[in-house]
C-alpha cells in the first residue's frame, strides 16, 4: 500500500473537498517526478523517517552589519521583509501593543476555499480579521485568490494568511525537491549550506528557511536517501523561547503566548502573543532581554518554524551535477 492514500488538509484542519486539496498538493509534487531521489508518498510504498527542519522566525535578511537590534526590528513589522514562511501583525492602541498575532498558513488552502466555498472563506476571513469580504474582494485577475488583497495587508492589528511571494507551499515543496539533486563544484561536493542553495538555485541563500531545508534534504540524499515533504504539507510555528521575558507583575510571560488558533495541537499555523485579562499592562510594558516590546519583530526573535521532510532508502542514481548558476 502506498504511504498515503490522499493528503492531509493543512494543520489537519476542516476542509471541503478534501480529495480536491489532496490533488492540489498531488499535482505540486509531481511538476518533480522526472528527479531521482524525490518521491511522492502517494505512489510510493515503505515505512518513511520523519525529520524536521527548524528555523528562526525573524528575517535572516535583516540581520545585516550596520544595523542596530532597534533598526531591525521596527523593519521586520513591514510584512515585505517577513520571508521566513511567517508573517506577523501588530495590533496597537494608541502607543501601546496590545497583540501580535503570527501565521504559517500558505496561501494555497484560502485559494482552495476560494474555489470550492467562497462564502465559506469569506467567514473565515471575518473569523481571522474581524470584517467580511465579498469572495470577489479576494479574488485576482486570474480569478483566483490575490493573497495580497485589502483584508489581507494589514501591519497593524489583523492577518488571514501569508502574502509575501516566497512564502508559499508550491516554494516549500519546489525547494524540498531540487534540494534532492546534489552538486558539485570544480569535482567537489557542495555542502555548505548557503553554498548549497546558491549553486543549485535554491530560494535565497540570506535567508533562515532556505539555506536549513536544503542542507537538511541534500544531506539526507547524499546519505542514500530518497526524499518528500511530511503530512500534512504545509510550514507550522514550532515553539515560542519565552526565556528572558519579564513582565511588571512576576507573572510567567511563557503562558501570553496562545497557540494551535489554527491547527491541531501539533501543527500550530497561527498563535497570538497578548496579555490575558486580570493584568494591568500592555505587551509594550514586558520587557525583552531588559528592554521594552516596541515592535514585533523583538517576538519574532523568539519564534521557531518547522516543516517535516520524509525519507526512505534508494538506490536510484543521484550524481551529482554542476552549479546552475555559473560563479555561484
Known amino acids: 500500500m502506498p504511504l498515503l492514500q490522499q493528503f492531509s488538509p493543512p494543520g489537519n484542519a476542516e476542509l471541503p473537498d478534501p480529495e480536491g486539496w489532496s490533488a492540489r498538493v498531488a499535482d505540486e509534487l509531481e511538476q518533480f517526478a522526472s528527479l531521482p531521489r524525490f518521491f511522492n508518498p502517494l505512489n510510493t510504498e515503505g515505512s518513511p523517517a520523519e525529520h524536521v527542519v527548524k528555523w528562526p522566525a525573524f528575517p535572516a535578511e535583516l540581520r545585516q552589519p550596520g544595523v542596530s537590534d532597534q533598526e531591525r526590528w521596527e523593519l521586520s513589522d513591514s510584512r515585505e521583509h517577513q520571508d521566513e514562511y511567517c508573517e506577523w501583525v501588530v495590533e496597537r492602541s494608541g502607543d501601546e501593543i496590545?497583540?501580535?498575532?503570527?501565521?504559517?498558513?500558505?496561501?494555497?488552502?484560502?485559494?482552495?476555499?476560494?474555489?470550492?466555498?467562497?462564502?465559506?472563506?469569506?467567514?473565515?476571513?471575518?473569523?481571522?480579521?474581524?470584517?467580511?469580504?465579498?469572495?470577489?474582494?479576494?479574488?485576482?485577475?486570474?480569478?483566483?485568490?490575490?493573497?495580497?488583497?485589502?483584508?489581507?495587508?494589514?501591519?497593524?492589528?489583523?492577518?488571514?494568511?501569508?502574502?509575501?511571494?516566497?512564502n508559499t507551499l508550491g516554494a516549500a515543496v519546489r525547494l524540498v525537491a531540487e534540494a534532492t539533486v546534489p552538486r558539485a563544484r570544480d569535482g567537489k561536493a557542495v555542502v555548505e549550506k548557503k553554498a548549497l542553495v546558491r549553486c543549485g538555485g535554491l530560494g535565497n541563500a540570506l535567508r533562515n528557511s532556505d539555506p536549513q531545508i536544503a542542507e537538511a534534504v541534500n544531506g539526507l540524499v547524499r546519505g542514500g536517501a530518497a526524499v518528500s515533504v511530511g503530512d500534512p504539507a504545509g510550514l507550522y510555528i514550532d515553539e515560542f523561547l519565552s526565556g528572558g521575558l519579564r513582565t511588571p507583575d512576576g507573572a510567567d510571560a511563557a503562558e501570553f503566548w496562545t497557540p494551535a488558533q489554527r491547527g491541531d495541537s501539533g501543527h500550530t499555523m497561527r498563535a497570538v502573543f497578548a496579555v490575558p485579562s486580570g493584568h494591568d499592562y500592555a505587551v509594550s510594558q514586558i520587557t525583552s532581554n531588559g528592554r521594552p516590546i516596541r515592535s514585533g519583530g523583538q517576538l519574532a526573535d523568539r519564534v521557531r518554524v518547522r516543516v517535516a521532510a520524509l525519507s526512505l532508502p534508494s538506490e536510484a542514481e543521484a550524481s551529482a551535477e554542476p552549479c546552475v548558476n555559473e560563479g555561484a
Open 98 to 166: 496590545v497583540s501580535v498575532t503570527f501565521t504559517t498558513e500558505t496561501p494555497e488552502y484560502f485559494d482552495h476555499l476560494l474555489g470550492v466555498e467562497p462564502d465559506r472563506l469569506a467567514a473565515l476571513y471575518e473569523e481571522l480579521v474581524g470584517e467580511r469580504p465579498n469572495p470577489d474582494q479576494l479574488r485576482g485577475s486570474d480569478g483566483g485568490l490575490d493573497a495580497t488583497n485589502d483584508f489581507n495587508r494589514a501591519t497593524n492589528g489583523t492577518i488571514a494568511h501569508l502574502s509575501e511571494t516566497s
